[in-house]
C-alpha cells in the first residue's frame, strides 16, 4: 500500500505553499491528490518524489561574482594604503549622499 501525506506533510515535504500547491493542482502540474475522507486529501509520497525529480535544475549564480577581488595587505605601507583608500572612499559616500539629501524638495 503506498504512502500517503496530508496537505501540511505535503507542504513541508515540497516547501511549498498550500497556495502554491492548489495552484498546480489546478493546471495539472502536480501529483493528483487522494480522498482520505470526505474533508481531507494527501498525495501519495512515491508521486510526489516523482515530480519533484521531474523539476528543473537551474544553476543560480556563484557567490562570489558579484564581488570584486580584493588582494590582502601584504605589508605596513599596503596596510596603510588600504585604510587611507577605505577612508577616501567612505568620505566620497558622505558627500554624495549630503548632495543627495540638500536637492530632494518637500
Known amino acids: 500500500m503506498p504512502k500517503v501525506m496530508n496537505m501540511v506533510d505535503t507542504q513541508e515535504y515540497t516547501s511549498l505553499s498550500r497556495a502554491t500547491i492548489n495552484r498546480h493542482r489546478k493546471d495539472g502540474d502536480f501529483p493528483k491528490?487522494?480522498?482520505?475522507?470526505?474533508?481531507?486529501?494527501?498525495?501519495?509520497?512515491?508521486?510526489?518524489?516523482?515530480?519533484?525529480g521531474?523539476?528543473?535544475?537551474?544553476?543560480?549564480?556563484?557567490?562570489?561574482?558579484?564581488?570584486?577581488?580584493?588582494?590582502?595587505?601584504?605589508?605596513?605601507?599596503?596596510?596603510?594604503?588600504?585604510?587611507l583608500q577605505d577612508n577616501a572612499e567612505l568620505k566620497a559616500n558622505k558627500r554624495e549622499q549630503a548632495s543627495l539629501r540638500c536637492c530632494v524638495f518637500d
Not at 36 to 41: A, F, K, M, Q, V
Not at 65 to 77: A, G, I, L, W, Y
Open 33 to 52: 491528490a487522494v480522498k482520505i475522507t470526505n474533508n481531507r486529501i494527501g498525495f501519495v509520497v512515491s508521486e510526489v518524489d516523482e515530480w519533484l
Open 54 to 83: 521531474s523539476r528543473p535544475r537551474e544553476l543560480g549564480p556563484e557567490v562570489n561574482d558579484n564581488k570584486r577581488r580584493v588582494r590582502c595587505p601584504q605589508t605596513p605601507q599596503e596596510l596603510e594604503e588600504a585604510r
